[in-house]
């Protein structure tokens, strides 16, 4: 029987591992979290009690029917918890699960590893206090904590009046939602938004919701810092009218849109095509989510399609790997799928068009913004490094002359902002500025684990 | 059209850069092409150990005038791209591993150098984090550490600053041998004359030797690397086993590299140098048990690069055999680094006068003429089949 893994036990994850073993197959699940879920549709960490119906709101049918379904396959899957994926090579994954380092074959791979935050710096925003949308997203639905008592929500993401209304029904003062983006921006990535106006009509509820209680809401506003002195105390930045703003808050959520987390998908050996529009380097694959030979990609961590995308890409990548393994087909549904998963990512380029990250950032970043946290890279540093010559405008290039880059996160915070930057620096395209490559271990890994086991 | 200069350098690794810098600094006219960026193939991406022992004994004079450049980068370049003596430490785990060390120091010390004998209970009083199994080592304080990614660039700039013309992403497609020195062709189109070219194109160089009747068994490779999240800076000295499983040095602001044989085949065509994730692992196993109190601490990048070997382990570094003004410095066998300012030198000298005060006999491509002996090196370094492996 031939051994498929699938890394990501999301809701891709999840419908793909649930298509596998239903065709009678039992595929090894594995996922970095404790729980299945991802994060969009984590559950609450054990002891907590939510009201995890309050807090998906409209979502929340979908979210018990993921977890239900997925409840009723789990006994007859290899599902691996709490083990991440650190290197791969040809055809074996190596992984690190308590402090144990193994290898897994696989025949065949189903990449669904989920999203990140696209995170623009501005000055103070490792303060204490300050996290990302989806971060504040989490502490909610996994620790059922606020960041704060009085929070602002500052960027341009279709997650603002989302978070904002999980974070207002549970009795936080959200003191502004500020958005970068101008309300025009918004009309005209409405064509996009036709593809699913059931998803649109609820965004504009969120906000139409948060207009009736009266929290602030800013439009077109530009970042100028957050300040504090050992936790966020507030928040400055001009409003659409270029009047300084100051608001007083102990927690801010940053956020810019969502970005693939693809490093898997790289060291699998992934193509990457440079997405002018978006932004994004993003993996090549055909309308199944194959990425190669055995290889599939699904759910956001191939490209944003939200939560409902996720579950079909995850379905859709499963029934093309069954196929081409000989295994089990259904032609008529894999159809139905593409279609699904076509439209909803259609809907979702829209989103982040009408949610365009600041135009202006690169050029007016104050250059004592720190750019790289875990190697505190300022933007100053990387400035003066491109003002030399022999520092090429190329990603690589200058997290190597800089070390923008190069800590424990591999780039994946700071790589939206340093590319921003060498952009504007060299006027150029995404094309030819390159994508930081991803390396093992994807993950810091401790040396101890290597004592434990000869693979 | 066709334009001039006295002498065209291929390859702007730190070899190149430093040939053009020398070049320049005597009013030289002097062209330097490079396929990619400068300093980006093996320089760029080495451990950066400025080691002086256990060298290869025929080594010695080119090493020491080479590290007399390093110690005044500030002086000749402008920048001291954070070069730092901080001594090495070569450990032995058994008596057979402690008797090469003593034969290593005594070449050595017969070259001036300052080596120290340290037993376990001096180790342990001096290095106290080396862990048990180390039961010898010899101390060396003039060895240091440079940055890689750092060196080559200032180095091509201030090079630039005497004078030399540097082209970067633009390949030499072509050289000919003319009655009046050579023709060099680029990707580009253009073609440029010179009376005298270096062949300073690092794991590509064998290629262009090949061209002038000069063929080599060079062949792609690298060693695996990784580096720690940063950790209390308290490892000065590099450390290195002599079985070659660990070359450490931490770096002041703490975070710890890791280069240990055997080393990899790199993929020239694709420009890619795979690290194992077993060997990942057991480089961390071996580091372990060398400073056993980095057990803790987190792996959290590896790389490897581009280097070019040769069967004998030394590398190629003189005038060519067949073609008048043409001369050769590729094949650096993984201890180029440290040379490469001198091997820069020397190159220049060759130009200017005709004739280098530093030995290189050793290392002339005519060796390649006869059969060569397979270094114990060699053997002991790579994955098991050598360069196929």
């Given amino acids: 029987m031939p051994t498929i893994v699938i890394i990501g036990a999301g809701p891709a994850g999840m419908r793909a591992a649930e298509t596998i073993s239903r065709a009678g197959l039992v595929p090894i699940l594995i996922d970095e979290a404790p729980r299945a879920g991802g994060q969009g549709y984590r559950t609450p960490a054990s002891g907590i009690s939510i009201d995890t119906h309050k807090l998906m709101g409209s979502q929340s049918k979908k979210y018990q029917q993921l977890h239900h379904d997925f409840l009723s396959i789990v006994s007859s899957i290899d599902y691996r918890p709490e083990t991440l994926v650190w290197a791969i090579e040809n055809n074996t994954l190596f992984t690190l699960s308590h402090n144990t380092i193994a290898t897994i074959q696989f025949d065949c791979l189903i990449v669904a590893s989920g999203a990140t935050d696209r995170v623009y710096p501005m000055p103070g925003w490792t303060l204490p206090g300050v996290f990302t949308l989806g971060g504040m997203q989490l502490s909610l639905k996994d620790q059922g904590c606020a960041i704060g008592k ?112 693809t490093q898997i998908a790289d060291l699998a050996g992934a193509v990457f095509e440079p997405d002018e529009d978006l932004g994004l380097w993003l993996p090549r694959m055909d309308q199944d989510g194959r990425a190669g030979k055995n290889l599939y990609l699904a759910g956001d961590g191939a490209a944003i399609g939200g939560a409902d995308a996720a579950e079909a890409s995850g379905k859709l990548a499963a029934l093309a790997a069954l196929s081409s393994l000989g295994v089990y087909c259904d032609a008529k549904q894999q159809t139905r799928l593409q279609n699904t998963v076509r439209r909803l990512r259609a809907f979702q380029r829209g989103l982040a068009r009408a949610f365009a990250p600041p135009q202006q950032f690169a050029e007016t970043l104050a250059d004592e913004t720190v750019i790289c946290r875990c190697e505190a890279i300022h933007a100053g540093t990387i400035r003066k490094a491109l003002a030399l010559s022999h520092t090429p405008p190329e990603m690589n290039r200058v997290k190597a002359i800089t070390r923008c880059g190069m800590g424990r996160c591999q780039g994946r915070m700071c790589a939206p902002a340093l590319q921003a930057m060498i952009i504007h620096h060299a006027n150029q395209s995404l094309a030819q500025t390159g994508r930081l490559r991803g390396q093992a271990p994807i993950k810091p890994i401790p040396l101890s684990a290597a004592g434990e086991t000869a693979p | 059209m066709t334009s001039s200069t006295e002498t065209i350098i291929i390859g702007g690794g730190l070899v190149g850069v430093w040939a053009a810098y020398f070049l320049a600094r005597r009013g030289r006219k002097v062209l330097l092409l490079e396929k990619g960026f400068i300093g980006a193939q093996s320089s760029g991406v080495n451990f950066g150990n400025l080691r002086l022992q256990g060298r290869h004994p025929d080594q010695y004079p080119l090493s020491l005038r080479s590290q007399g450049i390093w110690e005044q980068l500030p002086e000749l370049i402008g920048d001291s791209c954070e070069y730092d003596r901080t001594g090495h430490l070569y450990c032995a785990f058994n008596s057979d591993e402690a008797e090469k060390l003593t034969a290593y ?60 013309v540097m082209i970067e992403n633009c390949e030499a497609t072509q050289i000919e041998a003319s009655d009046k020195g050579f023709e060099v062709h680029t990707q580009h189109g253009e073609t440029w004359s010179c009376l005298y070219v270096i062949n300073s194109a690092g794991a590509w160089a064998a290629n262009i030797a090949k061209q002038f009747g000069e063929d080599v068994p060079a062949f792609a490779a690298g060693p695996p690397q990784f580096v720690t999240e940063p950790v209390p800076y308290r490892i000065v000295p590099s450390i290195q086993t002599i079985d070659g499983s660990v070359i450490a040095r931490q770096i002041p602001r703490g975070n710890v590299i890791l280069a240990g044989y055997p080393r990899t085949a790199s993929d020239l065509a694709a420009n890619r140098a795979p690290v194992p994730p077993r060997k990942t692992v057991a480089g961390m196993a071996a580091l372990s048990e060398v400073i056993p109190s980095l057990r803790s601490c987190h792996v959290i990048r590896v790389w490897s690069g581009i280097e070019a070997y040769l069967p004998d382990m030394i590398p190629i570094i003189g005038p060519s055999e067949t073609t008048p003004g043409l001369f050769h410095a590729f094949g650096f066998c993984g201890h180029g680094y440290q040379i490469g300012p001198g091997v820069g030198l020397c190159l220049s000298e060759w130009i200017c006068d005709g004739q280098t005060p530093t030995p290189l006999e050793a290392f002339g491509i005519g060796r390649y003429r006869t059969t060569i002996a397979v270094s114990e090196k060699f053997k002991s370094e790579f994955d098991a089949g050598g360069a196929n492996a």
């Fill in chain 2, 105 to 164: 120091a005594a070449v050595s010390r017969s070259h001036d150098l300052q080596i120290e004998n340290l037993d376990r209970v001096s180790i342990k009083q001096r290095f106290p984090y080396i862990g048990k199994k180390v039961i010898a080592a010899t101390f060396s304080a003039r060895d240091a550490v440079a940055n890689p990614r750092l060196a080559t660039p200032a180095t091509a700039r201030a090079a630039q600053a005497y004078g030399a």
């Fill in chain 1, 150 to 261: 009085k929070v602002v929500l500052f960027g341009s993401s279709p997650l603002l009046p989302l978070v904002a209304l999980q974070y207002k029904n549970l009795g936080v003062e959200i003191a502004a939602i500020c958005d970068t983006t101008g309300f025009a921006g918004k009309i005209s990535a409405l064509p996009s938004m036709v593809f699913s106006p059931g998803t649109f009509l609820r965004g504009l509820s969120y906000l139409a919701s948060l207009t009736l209680s009266r929290t602030p809401l800013f439009f077109g506003v530009k970042p100028l810092s957050i300040e504090g002195d050992h936790r966020v105390r507030g928040i400055r930045f001009l409003t659409g009218s270029g009047q300084e703003k100051w608001i007083e808050c102990d927690g801010v959520g940053l956020g810019y849109g969502l970005k693939p987390e």
